[in-house]
C-alpha cells in the first residue's frame, strides 16, 4: 500500500535520496543544494511523497511566488524536482502527487502552474508546452574600454535586486531568496563535486558601464550560457562579450521567445553572432485560474531563469 502526503522535516533525507538518485546518477549528489527555496523549512508544506512501508518512493514539490507585469500580478507555482524510484514507475504515483499539488495550488489560489519540462506525465493532465528559445553563439570582438564584468559577491545583493527589480516582466524575489539562489555556486564549491550538471546555477557577474552597475548575468553550471540575466540588454551583451575575451572562450547565450528587445538587438548584430539555433518549447504551464489570466501575460512571461525548479 502507497500513502500519500506532505514530506515531513526527519524524512528530507530520503526525499535527497530518491531526487539524486534520478537526476544526479552521473553526477555528485547535490540536489539538496540546488534547490535552495523548494527545500527550504518554511516551504515543506508544498512538498509531496508517496511512501511504501515507510520509505520515500517518489517526490513532488513547488515553490509559490509572484509574476509581475508592470502592474499587473499573477500567483504562479513552480513544479519541480518531480522523480519516482524506478521500480515504482507506470504504476500512477507520479500522477496521484501531481493532482495532491494542483489541489494545494488551487486552495492557495495559485493562477498559473510552470515546469520545467514537457514529459508525457504533464501533457496528460493538461499542461501545454511553452518556452520556445534561440541560442546565439557570440565571437569574441574587442568590446568597448568603459565596460567591465565583475564576479558577484554577497555584498553585492542590493545591487542584484535592484537591477532585477527594473525589469517589467519578473518574479517576485525578496533579498533573501536572492541570496540563497546566488549562494548555490558557493555551496556547491565547498562540496567540490567531480562535475556540476549543465542545468545548475552557476557563478554571477556583474556588468559595469564607466564604473556603475547597469546590468548582471548568471551563468549555468558549465559556465558557457547564462541561466538568467537583468538589466540592459546591449550592456548583457557587451558583459558577457569581455567575459569571453577574459577567459578566451565564446559564450553562447538562450534568450527566450518573449525577450522582444534582446532579440532584435542580437539580430542586429551580425558582426558578433557566430550561429543562431532555435530550440522548441521545454516547459509546460497549466492555467489555474482562467479568470485571472490574460493571454498577453502568459506569451510575454520570461522563462523561469534561476527559479528553474
Given amino acids: 500500500m502507497v500513502d500519500f502526503r506532505c514530506v515531513r522535516s526527519n524524512e528530507l533525507t530520503q526525499v ?27 516551504n515543506l508544506q508544498r512538498v509531496f511523497i508517496a511512501l511504501e512501508k515507510g520509505k520515500v518512493v517518489s517526490h513532488m514539490g513547488y515553490q509559490k511566488t509572484e509574476y509581475i507585469d508592470q502592474n499587473r500580478r499573477l500567483s504562479v507555482a513552480f513544479l519541480g524536482a518531480v522523480a519516482t524510484l524506478p521500480e515504482h514507475r507506470g504504476t500512477g504515483i507520479a500522477s496521484r502527487l501531481l493532482e495532491m499539488a494542483e489541489e494545494a495550488m488551487r486552495a492557495e489560489m495559485i493562477d498559473l502552474c510552470l515546469i520545467s519540462g514537457n514529459r508525457s506525465l ?27 564584468v565583475r564576479a558577484y559577491s554577497e555584498r553585492d545583493i542590493d545591487v542584484v535586486l535592484a537591477i532585477y527589480a527594473q525589469e517589467e516582466k519578473r ?26 550538471p549543465i542545468a545548475q546555477i552557476g557563478p554571477t557577474y556583474l556588468v559595469y558601464d564607466h564604473g556603475i ?14 541561466i538568467e540575466y537583468a538589466g540592459d540588454r546591449e550592456s548583457v551583451l557587451r558583459g558577457l562579450q569581455r567575459l569571453a575575451k577574459e577567459t578566451g572562450h565564446p559564450f553562447y547565450v538562450w534568450v527566450p521567445e518573449s525577450d522582444a528587445a534582446f532579440l532584435t538587438l542580437l539580430e542586429r548584430k551580425e558582426p558578433v553572432i557566430n550561429n543562431r ?33
Fill in 171 to 196: 518574479f517576485h524575489r525578496d533579498a533573501e531568496a536572492f541570496r540563497r539562489l546566488l549562494g548555490v555556486y558557493q555551496a556547491l564549491k565547498g562540496q567540490e563535486p567531480r562535475s556540476i
Fill in 277 to 309: 539555433y532555435r530550440f522548441p518549447p521545454s516547459h509546460t504551464s497549466k492555467i489555474l485560474n482562467e479568470t485571472a489570466l490574460e493571454d498577453s501575460l502568459l506569451l510575454g512571461m520570461p522563462l523561469p531563469g534561476l527559479n528553474y525548479v
Fill in 213 to 226: 552597475p547597469v546590468a548582471y548575468f548568471t551563468l549555468r553550471g558549465n559556465e558557457k550560457y547564462p
Fill in 122 to 148: 504533464y501533457l496528460r493532465h493538461g499542461y501545454s508546452e511553452r518556452g520556445t528559445t534561440y541560442e546565439y553563439l557570440l565571437t569574441i570582438p574587442d568590446t568597448a574600454p568603459n565596460v567591465s
Fill in 16 to 42: 535527497f535520496d530518491v531526487i539524486n538518485q534520478v537526476f544526479r546518477s552521473r553526477y555528485d549528489p547535490t540536489m539538496q543544494l540546488e534547490f535552495p527555496l523548494l527545500f527550504s523549512s518554511e
